[in-house]
């Protein structure tokens, strides 16, 4: 399942949902101007999800909640969330749960540009996470 949001202007919302039974699962939400919103969730019994928010302005949020079994019952199982942020005043969130063991990772990035930033990632699972948070 793929999905794709590009919105510009201010003050709009984008929401994904992504559930079910899945092998591949893509979200990319492309933001610019003030004030927006975004928020992926992809849940359930994926075996590759991949999440990008990119955001250009002033005073966003950003939030991605990856769930599911990621079991290894796929080639190459993963969660990758990235959650990209340039301008001033922004609150981004990651939170990816899931079996997270060497072969099947947990793969994290916030990176937020210039002043009064907000960042936060949550990993639980098994071992293979990796989390970066990059504020400029």
């Known amino acids: 399942a793929t999905a794709l949001i590009d919105q510009t202007g201010s003050q709009q919302t984008a929401t994904i ?3 079910g039974a899945v ?3 893509s979200a990319r939400v492309t933001q610019g101007g003030d004030g927006h ?3 992926i969730t992809q ?3 994926a ?3 991949n999440a990008v928010v990119n955001q250009s302005g002033s005073g966003h949020s950003a939030s991605v909640e990856q769930r599911g079994n990621v079991n290894g019952s796929f ?3 993963f969660n990758d969330a990235t959650i990209l942020q340039s301008g001033t005043g922004h609150v981004a969130s990651i939170a990816q749960y899931g079996n997270g063991a060497p072969d099947n990772r947990n793969t994290a990035l916030i990176d937020q540009g210039f002043s009064s930033n907000v960042g936060h990632i949550t990993q ?3 071992g293979g ?3 970066t948070l990059v504020q400029r």
Do not use: H, I, L, M
């Open 43 to 45: 849940d359930f019994n």
């Open 17 to 19: 949902n992504q559930t």
């Open 37 to 39: 919103e975004a928020t």
């Open 129 to 131: 996470n990796s989390a």
């Open 47 to 49: 075996n590759q999800n």
């Open 75 to 77: 080639s190459a199982t």
């Open 23 to 25: 092998n591949v699962s």
């Open 124 to 126: 639980r699972g098994g």
